[in-house]
């Protein structure tokens, strides 16, 4: 299937992947429901952002892997320091409303999964 592919088809494909993967999770309501939602969300947004990251720009993935992770981490300070954010369907999908430390691993599993895709397939082509 990747034989005639580019690297940027590549990365739109992996990108259209993960925005499946979240949309999945937003309409999920079987069981397992809660840590789906509550995490399956966090492994979809995080390698949403690496691989879109990778089709807008031509940053190596370690620059956008960083980047990502800091935003992950960071969305979780902003939780954890209870800052005013006004809650609505946004801020939910964007920011979240609690602190969870799970959280931080489902970024990390996400992210993980993503960079090895990514060294695997988007940037080798193989």
Do not use: C, K
């Not at 580019?6 to 309409?27: D, E, F, K, M, T």
């Not at 397992?32 to 995080?46: E, K, L, M, N, P």
């Not at 489902?106 to 080798?124: E, F, K, N, P, T």
């Amino acid at each position: 299937m990747s034989a005639g592919l580019n690297r940027w088809q590549r990365g739109v494909i992996a990108a259209s992947g993960a925005l499946a993967l979240g949309l999945l999770v937003l309409v999920y309501r079987g069981p397992g429901f809660r840590i789906t939602r509550g995490h399956g969300g966090d492994v979809a947004i995080v390698a949403l952002m690496f691989f879109g990251l990778g089709v807008v720009t031509r940053w190596r993935w370690e620059v956008r892997a960083t980047l990502v992770a800091v935003i992950a981490v960071g969305t979780e300070l902003v939780q954890l320091a209870r800052l005013p954010v006004e809650q609505s369907l946004l801020t939910e999908l964007t920011i979240g409303s609690t602190f969870d430390p799970w959280d931080l691993l489902a970024y990390a599993l996400g992210l993980g999964l993503a960079v090895r895709l990514d060294q695997r397939w988007i940037s080798r082509g193989g």
